[in-house]
């Protein structure tokens, strides 16, 4: 079992910024993957940024020179910079923890979620 826990979402105005952070209760260096979606009213929850345990990192084309996703494995916790928000990416953002078990089958996948943290942006 892996908890999350994420801290740091608010009401942000048009072209301001934000830092979404989340505690993972297990090693970083332990862990597949970490991910950030995101889940506007009445849209699917999508990907928007992660970063493998080896420090490698993904970005969903909207958020690509607006969003880093970048993590302090000392404090377990990965830390989303939003800048340049735009109203529409107002949503609940969920952090995502990833773990892998490796077998003769093949590789099994886990995911574990955070409890989710509002951003608004709205002047």
């Known amino acids: 079992q892996v908890q999350l826990v994420e801290q740091g979402g608010g009401l942000v105005e048009p072209g301001g910024s934000l830092r979404l952070s989340c505690v993972t209760s297990k090693s970083i260096y332990s862990l597949y993957a970490m991910n950030w979606y995101r889940e506007a009213p009445g849209k699917q929850r999508e990907l928007v940024a992660g970063i493998t345990n080896r420090g490698s990192t993904n970005y969903t084309d909207s958020v690509k020179g607006r969003f880093t996703i970048s993590r302090d494995t000392a404090k377990n916790t990965v830390y989303l910079h939003m800048n340049s928000l735009r109203p529409e990416y107002t949503a609940v953002y969920y952090c995502?923890?990833?773990?892998?078990?490796?077998?003769?089958?093949?590789?099994?996948?886990?995911?574990?979620w955070g409890q989710g943290t509002q951003v608004t942006v709205s002047s």
């Open positions: 995502n923890a990833v773990t892998a078990i490796y077998s003769n089958d093949g590789t099994h996948l886990t995911d574990y």
